[in-house]
C-alpha cells in the first residue's frame, strides 16, 4: 500500500501482491475484498447495511517512477483541493506509507 485517501473520488494506490505462480493478484478481486471488508465494517458501525462503494472503478497502471510520484501527489492533496483540510496531515482519512 502507497497511500489510501478515503473521498468520494479517491480511494487507493498499491502494488498488488503476487500469488504463488508470480502472477500479480487480479484488480476486481482485491477491490471486492477490500470494498466488502470496508463496507461490512462501516455498515456495522453505522448501524445501517446496503451498498456503499460505487460500483464503477477508474484503475490505472502506473507506469514510471514519475508518475507515481505525480499520482501520490495529487491524491495526498486532493483533500486540500476540495476544502477538506488545511494541510493533507490534517485530513483524518489518509494515509501514505
Do not use: C
Not at 504463488?20 to 463496507?39: C, E, H, P, V, Y
Not at 458501525?45 to 502506473?62: A, K, P
Amino acid at each position: 500500500m502507497h497511500s489510501v485517501v478515503i473521498m468520494p473520488t479517491h480511494v487507493l494506490i498499491f502494488t498488488p501482491l503476487r500469488d504463488k505462480d508470480g502472477q500479480s493478484f487480479r484488480l476486481a478481486k482485491i477491490m471486492n475484498g477490500i470494498q466488502g471488508a470496508s463496507a461490512h465494517s462501516i455498515n456495522k458501525l453505522l448501524g445501517r447495511s446496503g451498498h456503499l462503494w460505487q460500483d464503477e472503478s477508474f484503475d490505472h497502471v502506473i507506469e514510471s517512477d514519475e508518475e507515481m510520484n505525480n499520482k501520490l501527489f495529487y491524491i495526498l492533496t486532493n483533500p486540500m483541493d476540495a476544502g477538506l483540510s488545511k494541510y493533507p496531515e490534517d485530513y483524518p482519512w489518509l494515509w501514505r506509507g
